[in-house]
């Protein structure tokens, strides 16, 4: 648990910082547009990453950098804002948090990792939370929606088991792992964003500071942690910490936006909570069960390392 604390800290940071895009995008960004927001995020945050590193893929590399780009970055981001846009936030953010439970199915068919009850029930106390924080009593569904936000959660799921697998080639750096990636993620969005929406006009400096914070530090650097992070930690914990994210928009909104906290919230705040030490104790029960074998059939999902 010492050991793994630093760098569960630091990993809490990344969903803490995310949790800031709502408030910046209700209160900096140029309104009707999402893709291209999206695009300004992360594109930029991956050039600049490969002209300070001045290193492209190589072989195998060109194909993986495009999955986990595209995953990761670009269908993430796409059906975030299409869920967002179709129904009220809290449902497509409750949705988006059956992400662990996603790692965990693509865990045990693509890599034969092994899970336990402790992990489903870190899930749905998780879930809850989420629940707690975010739904409404008038929220209501549509199709588009709940597919957006499901694919979404599907998306990133596979986006971190994967990048838990493939790690990075030898002597590459993890800037260049992320400066590939974030290029692919904005390079996909472009089309969209010129098909579906107008290129934002009449920019403000507000408008700049706010796609300026969300692109140096609502991408560059938190995802330069986040795959460092699913590099150190077990990916279940590391799904599970995605979680903090609509609490840190819950307690903004009340700090920033005046919104009122109440007693759901609370509960849901601590459930999240409860949920991320259930997700370690998980991991350490696993590592600690496990019995030596020459020739295992099956990893410990909890304890896999690069």
């Known amino acids: 648990m010492h050991a793994m604390l630093p ?13 800031s ?44 950098a495009l999955v986990l780009g595209t995953l990761n970055i670009g269908a993430f981001f796409y059906l975030l ?20 439970l996603w790692v965990l199915l693509f865990g045990a068919s693509l890599l034969r990792q092994a899970f336990t009850a402790q992990h489903i029930l870190a899930c749905v106390v998780g879930a809850l939370g989420v629940a707690g924080l975010v739904i409404q009593s008038d929220a209501s569904l549509n199709a588009v929606g709940v597919s957006a936000s499901i694919l979404g959660a599907i998306c990133m799921a596979l986006g971190v088991v994967l990048a838990k697998q493939w790690g990075k080639p030898e002597g590459v750096s993890l800037l260049d792992v992320t400066g590939w990636q974030l290029t692919v993620g904005g390079i996909v969005l ?24 969300l692109c140096l530090v609502g991408a560059l ?58 997700a370690q104790r998980a991991g350490k029960s696993a590592e600690n069960t496990s ?16």
Not at 81 to 100: D, H, R, T, V
Not at 223 to 251: D, E, G, H, K
């Open 21 to 64: 895009t709502y408030v910046i995008t209700t209160e900096w960004l140029p309104e009707g547009a999402p893709l291209w927001s999206a695009v300004f995020r992360a594109l930029p945050a991956g050039l600049l990453l490969l002209v300070f590193c001045r290193r492209f893929p190589q072989g195998q590399w060109w194909w993986r």
């Open 291 to 306: 019995t030596p074998s020459p020739q295992p059939a099956r990893r410990s999902f909890s304890n896999e390392r690069i």
């Open 81 to 100: 804002f299409l869920a967002a846009y179709s129904m009220p936030g809290g449902i497509a953010a409750l949705l988006i948090s059956s992400q662990p």
């Open 7 to 19: 760098n569960m800290l630091l990993a809490m940071l990344v969903p803490i910082i995310w949790g």
């Open 221 to 278: 650097m938190t995802y330069i942690i986040w795959f460092r992070c699913i590099q150190r930690l077990p990916a279940f914990l590391v799904s599970i910490i995605t979680l903090l994210s609509p609490l840190s928009a819950t307690v903004l909104g009340y700090l920033v936006l005046d919104e009122q906290l109440n007693i759901e919230q609370g509960i849901g705040a601590a459930l999240i909570i409860s949920a991320m030490f259930m």
């Open 190 to 213: 472009m089309p969209l964003a010129m098909w579906s929406e107008p290129f934002p006009q009449s920019m403000t400096m507000e408008n700049y500071v706010g796609l300026g914070f």
